[in-house]
């Protein structure tokens, strides 16, 4: 009964919202799209925001991958609040799995094959972690991604050698120095050109590393705060091992 | 219909199917893998619909970290569901 | 000239520094706490002299507005970010006396509460409320399971559960409305919003509506709040009916006024007010636990504050904004008061309690909250639930203010009979002396509650504002 009445209610759910969806323009040219309107100078734009984003973009931001430009620079404050919920996410999980007298589990060695195996991919799976966040501006990837395939190199360690332990208070210094290099950039902003996470160094040439600003400054901390936090939440996960 | 629109639908079938298992199976082990198979399909459809940053991240994120922090909380339970 | 993205930077700032501090030194981490909420509220004072003269806008990343984010503070958000910090300031105080590990890691949790409800205040961006509503639940959720014993996990995990829910319903109204319109800016949507489909505007403000109602504690969404304020340790129960409540009552403010731009009477609104205030009311007057009659207590004045919103006179949601601050105020001070009493009492039933608030110290502010949230003259409460009354009646909508005023009475029930336990003589060998981190805020809590009661005509002077936020300015 219960689950029927559950059924019936996802259904209808899923109607209301299917009928609204279908109202929205999929694959339609982007020509076709509102134009923006700026409330704070009361002017009505000539194009809409995703064409602007795409004609502007490189000027803007100097980075040569839209979506970073966009995630990084233009709307860089909501990112700000996404790192800020993953820091949340990794220091509840942390909280939550404190405990004050640690029972040690006992664990067995997991075999050789596993153990040489993932000694070799360590390595690797790192500098392709911190290749996708370095080229974040110039290529697919960034921050979270980067930090995510970090963070899995270590689950990697964590599940070839049961004992290993990453000091916890070494992820927490670096994840604060990432998030503090995060505001601290922001900040100079504030301080040099009167707007918060202002994009203040020069651009230098497209499609080279060192371009785009601040956005691979930031994208580093990024990486580097999403990796140890990520492998923050496996080790508390992980609890305590012998 | 093109090949890519096929594949898609096969896709996303496919999803459907897994997210249904994910939630309806008692063993949660099974579960836990069911619900990386679908992140993983979700992933290539995100890199299908050309959104290449969606789709790296949803892959190491969906189908290996958050499955893996899944099966450590099962460990400390039960396999199980009652 | 305080640019209000200091108000988010600093918390931040602060909360990513902690964990190096606390390295070497915890007590420091708790100092540092106190000071960055202090500075916050400083701030955010400043800030609402800035925006009282004109509207203040923060361009972020210097790009113009819809394009990048803009912080939007009026009068009325400037002065809601206020008192956020205000109390938020008082309860850090108060986190002194929570003494369960790790302290660093609830003493970054519980700043960035505070981040994360001012920037939901601050923000004039619906992507960035987004994110800072993120911010805020998930806050909240660590913290309510922080006591991490049967109580906080149940609460935390229906927390989870709804809160999830209601962030997905935000998420889908925010496609809806980007899908339409191409833009996430407030004002820009508010420009626009004629243009939408008039099926997918009333669906995305549905998903809106009832997303932030999670947080605004709305009827059928607020299972989650008795649970959760009973099982979070004492400070986070007052934090919680005081700054994510707020913000997100706030947040659907903005969403009713601001982006959909309805100016007049919403019955959808009302109605759902109305069962809130039922719902809440009555529910507490059958509660024997303390902490659950007043998260009870919260629901039913949080109900107040949306049929307020939903009336839309200007003196109805004037008095909407005067009962957000008076709760806010009044209902920290008993969370903390009743933390004491818990304490004293070593258990939380009110029937224990038998004149354990006979210390001065804690009796009298006890009584200014109680009576305060009772809606007594002349205390804060008072103004917010008068007004409310007013609003319906100049419009004439005399079932809805009858009902409303059978909900009060229920109220005035039960946290009298409360009162009359707690002050009760006998038992005075029992009663104990609270230590300054639980006196001192509810002093400083208490002291607010009665100045803003007696002289009203400061807060007065910012809500005239009212009328321009209803038109869908700042």
């Known amino acids: 009964m219960k689950k029927a009445l559950a059924i019936v209610l996802a259904i209808l759910i899923f109607i209301v919202f299917a009928l609204a969806f279908v109202k929205i323009p999929f694959g339609e040219k982007m020509s076709t799209y509102p134009h923006y309107y700026n409330p704070i100078t009361n002017q009505t734009s000539n194009m809409s925001l995703p064409q602007h984003y795409l004609t502007y973009g490189k000027n803007d931001t100097g980075a040569t991958n839209m979506v970073t430009a966009i995630v990084v620079d233009y709307r860089g404050f909501d990112t700000l609040g996404e790192v800020t919920v993953l820091f949340l996410a990794s220091t509840g999980v942390g909280s939550l799995m404190y405990v004050e007298n640690k029972v040690k589990k006992k664990v067995r060695r997991s075999n050789a094959v596993v153990e040489t195996g993932s000694k070799l991919l360590f390595g690797f799976i790192i500098l392709f972690g911190a290749y996708i966040f370095i080229h974040g501006h110039l290529t697919p990837g960034g921050g979270f991604p980067g930090g995510a395939v970090i963070a899995s190199a270590f689950l990697l360690l964590y599940l070839a050698y049961p004992k290993f332990h990453a000091k916890h208070e070494k992820l927490s210094v670096s994840e604060s120095i990432a998030g503090l290099t995060f505001v601290i950039v922001g900040l100079i902003g504030l301080i040099i050109a009167g707007y918060f996470l202002y994009n203040f160094l020069p651009f230098g040439l497209p499609t080279y590393l060192f371009s785009a600003g601040v956005i691979p400054l930031i994208y580093v901390a990024i990486g580097v705060k999403v990796g140890s936090e990520l492998t923050a939440i496996v080790d508390s996960m992980m609890g305590v091992r012998e | 219909m093109d090949l890519f629109t096929i594949v898609s639908i096969i896709l996303i079938i496919i999803t459907v199917i897994t997210a249904i298992i994910a939630a309806e199976m008692k063993d949660l082990l099974s579960a836990a893998i069911a619900l990386g198979i679908m992140s993983l399909i979700v992933s290539i459809l995100f890199y299908m619909l050309q959104a290449p940053d969606v789709a790296i991240t949803e892959a190491a994120i969906g189908a290996a970290l958050s499955m893996a922090v899944v099966i450590f909380a099962i460990r400390s339970t039960e396999r199980w569901e009652k | ?474």
């Open chain 3, 1 to 474: 000239m305080i640019r209000p993205v200091l108000l988010i930077a600093l918390p931040l700032f602060f909360a990513f520094l902690s964990p190096i501090i606390g390295i070497w030194s915890k007590k420091g981490v708790r100092y540092l706490i106190i000071f960055a909420t202090a500075l916050n509220a400083t701030l955010a004072g400043i800030l609402l002299l800035e925006a009282l003269q004109k509207p203040v806008f923060d361009i972020i990343g210097g790009f113009q507005p819809p394009l990048g984010i803009v912080l939007m503070v009026g009068p009325l958000g400037a002065i809601i970010a206020f008192i956020i910090n205000l109390v938020a300031f008082a309860i850090s105080i108060y986190n002194l006396k929570v003494e369960k590990e790790p302290i660093v890691r609830y003493s970054m949790l519980y700043l960035l509460l505070v981040m994360g409800s001012t920037g939901m205040v601050l923000t004039g961006d619906l992507f960035n409320l987004f994110v800072f509503l993120e911010v805020t639940s998930i806050a909240s959720y660590g913290l309510a399971a922080y006591n991490k014993d049967k109580k906080g996990y149940l609460g935390a995990m229906k927390y989870v559960i709804i809160g999830s829910i209601g962030s997905t319903f935000v998420l889908l109204g925010i496609a809806l409305i980007y899908s339409q319109l191409r833009t996430l800016n407030m004002l820009d949507i508010a420009a626009r919003i004629g243009t939408m489909d008039p099926y997918v505007k009333i669906m995305a403000f549905t998903s809106l509506f009832l997303g932030f109602g999670v947080e605004a504690e709305m009827f059928p969404l607020n299972t989650w709040v008795p649970d959760a304020y009973d099982g979070a340790p004492h400070p986070i129960s007052a934090a919680f009916a005081s700054l994510p409540a707020k913000a997100g009552v706030f947040a659907l403010a903005r969403v009713i006024f601001t982006m959909f731009s309805f100016t007049n009477f919403l019955w959808f609104v009302v109605v759902m007010g109305l069962l809130t205030v039922f719902f809440g009311e009555i529910v507490a007057y059958t509660q024997k636990d303390l902490k659950r009659m007043l998260a009870y207590s919260s629901i039913g004045q949080m109900g107040m504050i949306i049929m307020g919103l939903g009336i839309g006179t200007t003196l109805a949601v004037e008095g909407a904004f005067y009962q957000m601050i008076a709760h806010a105020l009044g209902k920290a001070l008993l969370f903390i008061a009743a933390g004491f009493l818990i304490y004293a009492a070593r258990s939380g039933k009110i029937e224990d309690m038998k004149g354990m608030a006979r210390n001065p110290l804690i009796g009298i502010p006890l009584l200014i909250g109680a009576l305060s949230i009772m809606g007594m003259p002349p205390f804060a409460g008072f103004y917010g639930k008068f007004f409310i009354l007013m609003g319906g009646f100049s419009q004439g909508y005399y079932a809805i203010i009858a009902l409303f005023l059978a909900a009060s009475i229920v109220e005035v029930a039960y946290y009298a009979r409360f009162i009359k336990i707690v002050f009760e003589r006998g038992n005075e060998s029992k009663v104990i002396r609270p230590d300054a981190a639980t006196y001192v805020p509810l002093i400083i809590l208490a002291i607010i509650i009665v100045v803003i009661g007696v002289y009203p005509k400061p807060i007065l002077t910012v809500l005239q504002h009212v009328g321009t936020f209803i038109a869908g300015g700042a």
